[in-house]
């Protein structure tokens, strides 16, 4: 570690306050540091940075390749990798989810600047994803590590944009499964009936959101946070007045691994042409290669 950097831990399950680093400069040990503490905590929060877009842009692609959203508007900032959302403006993530999972290649960090923040209000809760995982039956994680999972863009209006991923995936660096289903992006379980997907996909995502396995975080301006969307889930509180801006840099580059190789056959439902149910039909077209029309155009902002 660098020297007169601290380290408080938020909670049990996940999270750290990390002072004594200038993200603006953190040289190669502060960025070494950080990739060691995000892969214990999963979530850091760096307050104090007030760092402007492109110090933002430049520590962020420390991690990986950026990309910017691939479907939501910049609410003012007009930036090729930065996603703006101002909540005086639209909507917040108000369901518990990890970023961009419809994507075959999700996002690996977030990186969020709080720009601007209400006195009261606005905290996002974290959720270990690993930790929930673990804490399930033996019979309950068996079944979840031989499944998959279909996820779409449905917030977005982008109900096209499909991928399927495992229900369980392996973390490349500590090695650790975690389950990977999330209440916003995550449509039905490839391999069960839509009743029995619903019943599972519901218990699995309040699961998550236990209160033992989450942090909440109140924000002050300036503050950096960036989590580990491989391993986590997050929740903003919709619960505030006023102006709320946060400025969001997403790195790429990673395809999710699964437990094990998927144990059964899609729903015999799903891949029949006469499927009646919408979500057997979007499956069906989905391991087809086929893309419907859009829903209905794309927005200025939601959540994401």
Request: with cysteine; glycine share 6%.
């Amino acid at each position: 570690m660098i020297e007169g950097l601290q380290v408080r831990r938020l909670a049990k399950a996940l999270g750290a306050e990390v002072t004594g680093i200038s993200l603006a400069e953190p040289g190669e040990a502060g960025i070494e540091a950080v990739r060691e503490l995000i892969a214990e905590h999963m979530v850091l929060f760096f307050p104090g940075q007030f760092l402007d877009p492109e110090s933002h842009v430049a520590f962020g692609a420390h991690f990986g390749p950026l990309e910017p959203h691939p479907n939501v508007r910049n609410a003012y900032l007009e930036h090729p990798y930065i996603f703006e959302l101002a909540a005086s403006k639209g909507g917040v993530a108000d369901e518990w989810h990890s970023d961009i999972t419809f994507q075959e290649e999700p996002s690996v960090f977030a990186i969020l600047n709080m720009v601007r923040c209400p006195e009261v209000g606005g905290d996002t809760l974290w959720a270990n994803a690993a930790a929930a995982y673990e804490a399930l039956s033996p019979p309950l994680r068996d079944l979840c590590d031989g499944l998959t999972a279909l996820h779409d863009a449905d917030p977005h209006g982008r109900s096209d944009q499909t991928t399927i991923h495992p229900v369980v995936r392996v973390h490349p660096v500590t090695g650790r499964r975690s389950l990977f289903v999330n209440e916003h992006f995550t449509r039905r379980i490839v391999e069960l009936s839509h009743a029995e997907s619903d019943m599972l996909l519901n218990y699995l995502t309040r699961w998550v959101a236990s209160h033992r396995f989450t942090v909440r975080y109140r924000w002050t301006q300036g503050t950096i946070a960036m989590w580990d969307n491989r391993c986590t889930q997050h929740y903003v509180l919709n619960d505030f007045e006023g102006e709320r801006i946060i400025q969001r840099v997403t790195v790429m580059g990673d395809r999710p691994q699964a437990a094990c190789p998927p144990r059964w056959e899609p729903y015999r439902r799903a891949v029949n042409p006469g499927a009646t149910s919408r979500l057997d039909r979007q499956l069906n077209r989905h391991l087809k290669g086929e893309r419907p029309p859009l829903d209905s155009p794309v927005p200025e902002e939601s959540a994401s």
